[in-house]
């Protein structure tokens, strides 16, 4: 691995956050949240670091009653689609508690937002 990118690695900030919801959730109930140890952070793609592109990309993912993905969406792009993907496809592979209605898991929708920053 080249010097820049383990230095673009090493620097990069992580941030990530499953958006709240519009409206409060009916007393029992919840949105499905991403366990932030249960997987590996989405590394910066090469070609990325050497252009410098840095961006915040919002995306869905479906979890079922179980807390695993079953299905994911860029909601809204970082304007490269390079890193949208790079983080889709890592941030599938976590787990998450899935969403909760009347007391029970379920499946359903959640956003989760990443940034890619180089320093």
Known sequence: MS????????????????AASAH?????????KLDFDSCAK?????????ASHEGKVTLGFL???NGKVKDSKVIKSS???T?????RSALAQCSFQPAV???????????VQYVWKLR
Do not use: M
């Open 24 to 32: 409060a959730a009916p007393q029992g109930s919840s949105r499905a």
């Open 42 to 50: 989405p590394q910066y793609p090469a070609a990325d670091v050497q």
């Open 83 to 87: 890193l949208d993907e790079a983080a």
């Open 63 to 65: 979890v079922n009653e």
């Open 79 to 81: 304007g490269f689609t």
């Open 3 to 18: 010097r820049i990118i383990r230095t673009a690695l090493h620097y990069l900030f992580l941030a990530l956050a499953c």
């Open 101 to 111: 209605e009347q007391g029970k898991a379920v499946q359903g929708w959640t956003k």
